[in-house]
């Protein structure tokens, strides 16, 4: 009788998951979808983030993922996951500044000098902040991963002064941010999802589009564009998420291990992004694009133009939230 109790209570502790320390989940199934494709930083990370959360649910929980936007573009995809009917995504965090405005400040021109000074903010309470105010509209915030400084490719010419904007016509993220943004440089800025930009390109329907280095390289976009210039005009923080409707669905034990997963793959992610970048431009070069940096007195020279829409942004985003991360910034770079 002893010996019968004694594993009976063994199994209990198995069924709850205390006999060995390993979390108890059930058999499910997450759809994560995301833009680039899947040997890009961004798919890579999404590949480690389904990885780990194998392991830690001793395959309980397959996280099956959908790159290339296979599932449609950046803003259906968030529709998708208010809805339920996909589980995961990640994307650049402004993107959501149409369900929250103060997400706006992230993209706003010129405001990190280095990727460091963007972990600093939006791993901190500034980026929690920001992350808790969409729970309500849907989603759950993870963590915050990185796509990296923009840079601007077209057909007709290298920029290396602000003249050299002017009558591009220059694809951009479907915020108003960016369409003032290229507005003001003198571009003509042409909102539009990224699954549809390399054919906009090759059929002439925009002459040009701002990206990272291996954003422009995962989606060849070097066969249908001439020259990069190293802008560096947005720092791109990026948001994972869960829909709320699946979050609220898992055990707390389901939700430590994709929450764990979530921070372990964002070291992993932000490192291969980083490392990614000089490679993808060599990279870039190799495939036939005239690649050119930009002289520091005319980038002074941009700053200067674009000045008026980070004072419109940073206002309509809070100038409260604002003032937190210039100050923030101000004690990083003492």
């Known amino acids: ?131 808790k105010g969409v729970e ?57 999802p990224f699954p549809e930009l390399y054919a906009a390109l090759e059929q002439k329907v925009v002459d040009g589009q701002e990206n990272p280095y291996p954003t422009i390289l995962g989606a060849k976009l070097n066969e249908v564009q001439k020259f990069v210039s190293a802008t560096r005009h947005i720092y791109n923080v990026q948001s994972l998420l869960i829909s709320k409707k699946t979050w609220d669905a898992l055990s707390a034990d389901e939700r430590r291990i994709i929450q764990e997963a979530a921070a372990e793959a964002r070291e992993f992610q932000r490192k291969a992004s980083r490392d990614a970048m000089d490679g993808a431009l060599e990279n870039l070069k190799k495939g036939g694009m005239t690649a050119n940096e930009v002289a520091p007195a005319e980038m002074a020279r941009i700053r200067e133009a674009v000045k008026p829409v980070v004072e419109k942004f940073a206002k309509e985003s809070g100038e409260a939230l604002y003032g937190e991360i210039q100050a923030e910034l101000a004690k990083l770079r003492k």
Request: proline share 5%; glycine share 12%; no cysteine.
């Open 136 to 192: 309500d509209k849907g989603l759950v915030g993870l963590a915050y991963w990185e796509l990296g400084f923009r840079n601007v490719t077209n057909s007709r010419r290298p920029i290396t002064k602000l003249e050299d904007f002017k009558g591009l016509k220059i694809r951009v993220l479907q915020s108003p941010l960016f369409l003032d943004l290229f507005n003001t440089l003198g571009a003509n800025a042409v909102p539009m």
């Open 1 to 131: 009788m002893k010996t019968f109790k004694l594993l009976l209570a063994a199994a209990v502790m198995a069924g709850t998951g205390l006999a060995s320390g390993i979390a108890v989940a059930q058999d499910k199934t997450l759809r994560f979808a995301f833009q680039n494709v899947a040997e890009h930083p961004q798919g890579r990370g999404a590949a480690k983030f389904a990885e780990i959360v194998k392991a830690k649910s001793g395959g309980k929980i397959d996280v099956r993922l959908f790159p290339g936007g296979q599932l449609g573009g950046d803003l259906p995809t968030v529709s998708a996951l208010q809805g339920g009917t996909i589980d995961m995504t990640v994307l650049n965090s402004g993107l959501l500044v149409g369900i929250d405005k103060q997400f706006a400040v992230l993209d706003l021109p010129f405001l990190f000098n280095a990727p460091e000074e963007a972990d600093k903010i939006v791993d901190g309470p500034i980026g929690t902040k920001l992350h």
